[in-house]
């Protein structure tokens, strides 16, 4: 895996590789992504001809999708719990219900 240390922050940065096993994605699917331009992956900083990504901000961004996921699932929901009445809710209604009449004829 090619390295590069970065004397500005004292960290290494990351080349493509590892950024593809990072994510569970091929080498290829991340080249292909950034030829197209595409938001979809971290910020990259270009050195050369190399590509490199800091650890951190690589993590940082991860973090956000996810916050971003977890959000757009919660406010696609429907119904909500709260909506919904669960099974105990349902039993509890049964059982204060008025006995109906039996008849002894």
């Known amino acids: ?8 922050t004292g ?14 994605l091929s080498v290829t699917t ?7 331009g595409s938001s979809i992956l971290p910020p990259a900083i270009r050195i050369g001809s190399s590509i490199r990504y800091d650890e951190d901000i690589v993590d940082a961004w991860l ?25 105990a809710d349902q039993s509890t209604q049964l059982n204060q219900q008025e006995p109906l009449p039996c008849s002894t004829t």
Do not use: C, G
């Not at 895996?1 to 500005?8: G, K, L, Q």
């Not at 991340?30 to 197209?36: L, Q």
């Open 30 to 36: 991340i080249e292909r992504f950034r030829a197209k």
């Open 63 to 87: 973090k956000r999708r996810m916050e971003d996921v977890v959000a757009e699932r919660q406010a696609n929901q429907t119904p909500t719990t709260d909506q919904v009445p669960s099974h």
């Open 1 to 8: 895996m090619n390295e590069i240390p970065s004397e500005a």
């Open 11 to 24: 960290k290494v940065l990351r080349d493509t590789n590892w950024l593809a096993k990072r994510l569970n």
